[in-house]
């Protein structure tokens, strides 16, 4: 009797394991035998997580538990952190009011005077402050740049500095125009500060800043009439620096308190900002790696005072991230460190936790789709809602996919040391993914 139970016992559990992998052969097929196969992808190094949340289901996996480099999918992460520690609005800064000062301490809010943001509280109340102003110097464990970023990349537009209090997103913007040559903010308009040169074999406009001082140079084709623009990270400095640029905006004089004479922490009020989701959407859609960056910060300014990524990433690996399937080296907020290493069935379970808690349309907004963002040359049926990650040798895709038959799933696709196009990768996985959309 004992023997049939067991073979009765086997039997279902057969019958249910063929329908299962009945259903999900194709999608392993695809995988193995043209995704993994094909040849922008043959030889690099590939991990496949794909769940359906409303049945607590695994697809398919393929080295879902090994580890990447993500590139900005590390941005989902930052993502899932602001969402669970900054609130509805950022915190713009801490003051404290006397009769005679008002005291201001940054709290590395990324978007003061930052030209995308027209509503800014911050600036409201130093320009209607009728004290003198004085700043408080924050307290930073940061550095200007985060571990494990390319030196090199000092002047390139998606590696603005990390300060306590962001001006302008801590870059210089250049317009140029025929003869007209302009550099944003003004106090960078001067042949002290920045030259011009012409050259009419260029095919786009080139910005350039020397490594150790705010000296720019603009190189532009006197031939191209049109309106071209760009950016240059300009260097922070401290605190008088900042000082600086806060009364070449302001114009008013703007003091340093002594370190002996600064108001109790306990003394200052929190002033908060912009809504939270219009910071995270464009940090999501354009990847923007300075929100990315300060996001972090600021959790970490708002729970401790203090500003520090990696006491940030400590907390929320010690709480929200306590069970992640496997424990990510995690070392900033942008994914611009080649030090960060996750799983894709790490990212899987990160973005099943956010579409358990959160709404799947506020969800959707804040990661691309087909046609937008990053993913505007791609995936133009718009099944994806997913965020991008692009390093030398690596591509990365995670996020959420609706199929025709209108199932979510939640997926991470993570490709590393290819030597490959990045483009001749990104669609072969899209190839993938829209046989998945078109069959399910």
């Not at 620096?241 to 340093?256: E, G, N, S, W």
């Not at 996020?399 to 040391?417: E, H, Q």
Request: with cysteine; aromatic share 12%; charged share 20%.
């Amino acid at each position: 009797m004992r023997s049939f139970r067991i073979v009765l016992s086997a039997c279902l559990l057969l019958s249910f394991i063929k329908p299962v992998a009945a259903q999900y052969g194709p999608i392993r097929k695809w995988a193995e035998e043209e995704l993994l196969t094909s040849a922008p992808l043959k030889q690099a190094h590939t991990g496949i997580s794909i769940y359906e949340p409303a049945t607590g289901k695994y697809w398919y996996n393929y080295q879902e538990d090994h580890y990447f480099t993500p590139a900005s999918n590390t941005k989902i992460f930052t993502l899932y952190t602001g969402l669970r520690l900054l609130g509805d609005s950022l915190p713009a800064l801490r003051y404290f009011r006397t009769d005679s000062a008002l005291y201001v301490k940054g709290m590395a809010d990324p978007a003061f005077l930052h030209p995308d943001y027209n509503v800014q509280p911050a600036w409201q109340l130093l320009q209607q402050a009728s004290q003198p102003i004085v700043l408080v110097p924050a307290a930073i464990e940061n550095k200007r740049f985060g571990s494990g970023w390319a030196w090199s990349d000092y002047a390139d537009y998606y590696q603005p500095e990390l300060n306590e209090w962001p001006v302008y997103g801590n870059v210089a913007r250049v317009r140029h125009h025929g003869d007209s040559t302009l550099i944003w903010p003004r106090m960078f308009n001067d042949t002290v500060h920045f030259s011009v040169h012409r050259n009419d074999k260029l095919e786009e406009l080139l910005t350039e800043r020397d490594e150790r001082i705010n000296r720019f140079s603009v190189t532009y084709n006197g031939n191209d009439k049109s309106v071209q623009e760009g950016e240059i990270p300009f260097i922070t400095g401290g605190s008088d620096d900042l000082v600086y640029r806060l009364q070449d905006t302001l114009h008013k004089p703007i003091t340093i308190a002594a370190a002996g004479n600064r108001p109790a922490p306990a003394s200052f009020s929190l002033l908060r900002g912009i809504p939270v989701d219009t910071l995270f959407q464009p940090m999501m859609h354009r990847s923007d790696n300075f929100f990315a960056e300060q996001t972090l910060m600021m959790c970490s300014a708002l729970l401790w005072d203090t500003i520090s990524t990696a006491r940030t990433i400590a907390f929320m690996q010690k709480s929200y991230l306590a069970n992640l399937p496997d424990t990510p080296k995690w070392v900033d907020g942008s994914g611009l460190s080649r030090y960060n290493l996750f799983t894709p069935r790490d990212f899987v379970s990160v973005l099943s936790d956010m579409y358990k808690s959160y709404p799947s349309q506020r969800l959707y907004a804040l990661f691309p789709t087909g046609g937008k963002g990053t993913l505007k040359n791609y995936y133009k049926q718009q099944f994806v809602h997913a965020k991008t990650g692009t390093l030398s040798g690596c591509v990365a895709l995670s996020g959420y996919l609706v199929t025709k038959k209108n199932k979510t799933l939640v997926f991470s696709v993570l490709v590393n040391n290819h030597n490959n196009s990045a483009t001749a990768v990104r669609r072969t996985v899209e190839r993938f993914l829209t046989q998945i959309w078109e069959q399910y």
